[in-house]
């Protein structure tokens, strides 16, 4: 069964912190790279954070320094630690299997997400 189920986002203030979590089914976690993606109003979704089975982890420009990625093999979860958070963060997070340079249009199926929003 796929499964993908994102929590711990919420409402915090610019500059704050704020810890994502994803629970994977098997099929989806097992040897497959990880990421964060989100999508923000009217803009496509996109890869801000991934993660290999490895540990090794790529970000985009606009987090690198204040998002960190990890995982956890033995529970199929996924984590995205994030701090000083700015307004512009403001957006839809979810997560799913990743792939460096591939966007997520090659993705089908997609958990609910979780809502992060930042006031100024």
């Known amino acids: 069964q796929v499964q993908l189920v994102e929590s711990g986002g919420g409402l915090v203030q610019a500059g704050g912190s704020l810890g994502l979590e994803c629970a994977a089914s098997t099929s989806i976690f097992s040897r497959n790279a990880m990421g964060w993606y989100r999508q923000a109003p009217g803009k496509q979704r996109e890869l801000v954070a991934l993660?290999?089975?490895?540990?090794?982890?790529n970000y985009a420009d606009s987090v690198k320094g204040r998002f960190t990625i990890s995982r956890d093999n033995a529970k199929n979860m996924v984590y995205l630690q994030m701090n000083s958070l700015k307004p512009e963060d403001t957006a839809v997070y979810y997560c799913?299997?990743?792939?460096?340079?591939?966007?997520?249009?090659?993705?089908?199926?997609w958990g609910q997400g979780t809502q992060v929003t930042v006031s100024s």
């Open positions: 993660i290999t089975s490895g540990g090794n982890t």
């Open positions: 799913n299997q990743a792939k460096i340079g591939y966007g997520s249009s090659w993705l089908v199926y």
